[in-house]
Every structure is written in C-alpha cells, then in structure tokens.
C-alpha cells in the first residue's frame, strides 16, 4: 500500500463512504448505478488521468493513484510487479479466480484535440532520454478508470457474485514490455493462476457505448526480423569487382511479398512488411553492406511459422543467386520479443456476448472481425499457461462524429492521433458495464 499525500487519504476517505451504496441504489438497474458512480466519482478520476498521462515504463503517479482507488475499494493491492505493475485481490467466497486487466501507460504525442482538459505534460523518454510530450493517445485512460469504476462495484456488492477478482494495472504496453515484466516478476506464483483472464480496449472506429466481440482473433501476432547482407565493396563504376548488396537487398524485398501473396492460403491474414533498408554511404561507392528491418504478422502459429521460415529460405538463397559463398549469405535474425496473437476462446467469447445481449441489449452487441494487424501484449498473460480468455472492444467515438465524418467533416481520428479523442462518458460506463456483466457470468453467486 502506497504512503499518500494528506489531501489525497482525505478525498479517499470521501470515496470510501460512496462505496457503500444505500439499498435503494442497489435496487436501480446496473447501468443507472454505474452512471451515478460515474457522476459522482469516475469523471473526475478519469479527467484526471487524461490531464496527467505518463509514458510506458515510468508510470509511477498512475499506479500509485490506480493503488490508492483499488484498496479503498476493498481490495489487497499490491505495488511494483514487474516495475511499476499493480495487482489487486477480493476473494469472495469459493468459486473461479478470474483475472480483468487495464493498461495504464502513455504515449509520447503532443495533444492537439482541443479539449478543455487536454494533457501539457511532458516527461523524461526513460529509453531515449528526450523530454517529450505526453497524451493518453491509446485510450488506457478509459480502460484504468472503467477497472475502478469495476472494483467499486464488485465490492460493493459481494451478494451478486462468488470467486475471487485479480485485478492488473499494466505497464508499457505500448512497448509490448509489461505483461511480460509482469509474468516474470511471478505474478501467477504470487497472486494464482487465473482460471479466466479478460480485457478490453476503447475503440475509436466503433460508435460510443458499442461491444465489439470476435470468437476469432482480434489482434495479431508480432515479430521483428532484422536481414544482414553482406556484400563485397567496390568502386561503383566497377561492379563486377564487388557483390552489391542493394541489388540484392532489392530482390530480397519483392520475393518477400510473395510470402503473403503466393504460399498463405487466401483466407488466412498474413502481413511481411520491410519497414527500413539502410546500405550504402555514397554516389559512386558499392558497399559491403545492407540492412533490413522487418515486422511480420500473424494471427496463429501456423502462419507464423510459413512466414518465418519463408523470410530465412529467401533470403539466404537470394544470396546464394547472387553467388555469395556460403560463409557470406545473409543473416536472418529474429528477435526474441515476440508478441503472440490475442486469440479468443470462441465458447467464452459466445458465453459473454449472450450475457450481454441479455443484460445490456442486444443492438448494443456487434461481431465484427478487426480490419487491421495491430498488435498487443495481452497474450503473455494467456500463454504457457493457456488460460480461457475474451478481449473484447468498446466504443468510444459519439455517432455524430461518424455521420460528420461520413459528410464531408474531419475525420473520425485514430489512436495514436494527436487529435484522438473519446468520449469518455459512454466509454467508461459501458466498460464498466461490461466488465461487471462478464465477471458475474463467470462468478454466479449459487
Ligand atoms: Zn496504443
Ligand atoms: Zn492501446
């Protein structure tokens, strides 16, 4: 448990009190009692986080507050797992240990959306060392505050439900470090193996309030590749002296996109793309090396595997057309940090979106598979083990700003945009909303 500033234990105080709701708030429906916590205390919490975001890895004032809420709502909360990782505990009674996850890190984006309370922070690149601004470009400031708003509301009503809740507070994912750091720190030695393990993330390209759920694979697998060729130097105006390494670097590029296009079946997703080609220093020098920088997508093993093995069969027999000896064939390096896709348990993923069709609405829910090959670092916590998982999506972006958009209007912004800009409202509240409808699906009282 944190040490806290003294006006911080006295506004926690206040909040202690609202976790005990009166039997008449009980008695309104779910969403009106989110709303009201909403209202009361989770706008302020969340325009509070949106003002002050910190960039992944030094999120030290964002655990420190996400520690502070989760123990005033009743929970054994833990600091500092795996760098600046919170987790926190409620058991409840026997029943499954169920895991819900939320990242807390920033990005370094200069905020240009004009809202009133629109981040000025900067801060130290822990990586770099530049100072640079700081904007909750991702949305993790939906997902932080709509983990509270869960952690009241759990607490709060311990009658509706049985099991034990694991609540994470996640660092760095956009550096796709933190839930690693986090299984390496030995949270499920520590704190248990989850029996399920959720997630969800705002989404500005579905409309506010919006659950999207896939029984597929809503985010891809990630590598980074790096390709070494050697070549032999010369004069340029006498290649027959050297081996050009950009001529062969060339080729090695376009065979690539045969990969995804020619040996993946049609139906199945795949994306090799050379992101960087660093060779040569002048006009008339041939150079003795070039340099590529792959990422490489996936959404399962299989593809991975004809992906990888295809990048190390083209590029070293490239080399070998080329007429490089054996001893000079290009290296094929594939980094140790792999991002595995994010893949759904399709029965868990039809299990919560009948729960809730039932309990939020049926047009609320959509099904829609992810259009893009971005990648997230959730799956550390659901591989090796493999542990029963749903990622789902909310929506974050209000409907006027599409049919805006749809008439000629700005764009509806992306994430990572310097303009991107959710309405929080809808989104905390359905993310609440939802995360409370499938905790309870998974932790029935009886
Ligand atoms: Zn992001
Ligand atoms: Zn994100």
Redo the contacts with the bound molecule.
């Keep these: 448990m944190s040490v806290l500033p003294r006006s911080l234990q006295i506004a926690l105080t206040t909040c202690c009190l609202c976790i005990s709701y009166p039997t008449s708030i009980q008695a309104q429906s779910l969403a009106d009692t989110i709303q009201s916590d909403y209202d009361s205390h989770l706008a302020l919490l969340f325009d509070h986080f949106h003002r002050n975001p910190e960039l992944s890895l030094v999120e030290f004032k964002t655990a420190a507050r996400m520690a502070a809420e989760l123990n005033a709502a009743g929970f054994e909360v833990t600091e500092n797992v795996g760098g600046t990782g919170v987790v926190a505990m409620l058991k409840n009674g026997p029943g499954p240990l169920v895991m819900m996850r939320a990242d807390m890190d920033g990005?370094p984006v200069e905020e240009k959306s004009g809202l009133e309370n629109a981040s000025k922070a900067t801060q130290k690149d822990p990586i770099t060392g530049d100072i640079v601004p700081v904007m909750h470009?991702?949305g993790?400031d939906v997902h932080i505050t709509s983990l509270v708003g869960t952690a009241r509301h759990m607490s709060a009503n311990l009658q509706d439900w049985s099991g034990t809740l694991m609540l994470i507070v996640q660092p760095a994912?956009?550096r796709v470090l933190g839930a690693r750091a986090m299984r390496e720190d030995e949270l499920w030695e520590r704190f248990g193996t989850p029996d399920y393990a959720l997630a969800f993330h705002v989404a500005s390209e579905y409309e506010a309030g919006r659950i999207n759920v896939s029984d597929g694979s809503p985010y891809a697998g990630a590598d980074t590749v790096d390709i070494i060729i050697h070549g032999v130097g010369a004069h340029g105006a006498s290649p027959h002296a050297g081996k050009d390494p950009i001529v062969l670097g060339a080729q090695i590029v376009l065979a690539l996109q045969t990969l995804v296009a020619r040996e993946l079946s049609p139906r199945q997703p795949g994306v090799v793309t050379v992101g960087s080609f660093h060779s040569g220093t002048k006009h008339n020098i041939i150079s003795d090396r070039a340099h590529l920088q792959l990422t490489v997508r996936n959404t399962n093993e299989e593809t991975r595997k004809i992906l990888l093995e295809g990048i190390e069969r083209i590029a070293v027999n490239m080399g070998r057309v080329a007429g490089l000896p054996e001893d000079r064939l290009p290296e094929v390096i594939v980094s140790e940090e792999s991002v595995p896709p994010t893949v759904n348990d399709p029965q868990l993923a039809q299990q919560l979106r009948r729960a809730w069709q039932t309990e939020i609405g049926e047009e609320v829910v959509i099904s829609e598979e992810t259009k893009g090959m971005g990648a997230e670092d959730f799956p550390y916590f659901t591989v090796d083990p493999d542990i029963t998982s749903v990622y789902w999506s909310i929506g974050g972006t209000p409907k006027e700003a599409f049919e805006w958009a749809a008439a000629g209007g700005p764009a509806v912004p992306s994430?990572?945009s310097p303009l991107f800009k959710i309405a929080p409202e809808p989104s905390v509240t359905r993310g609440v909303q939802s995360t409370v409808v499938a905790l309870k699906e998974l932790m029935p009282a009886d």
Excluded: Q
Aim: proline letters at 0%.
């Design positions: 990005l470009a991702c993790h994912e956009e994430h990572h």
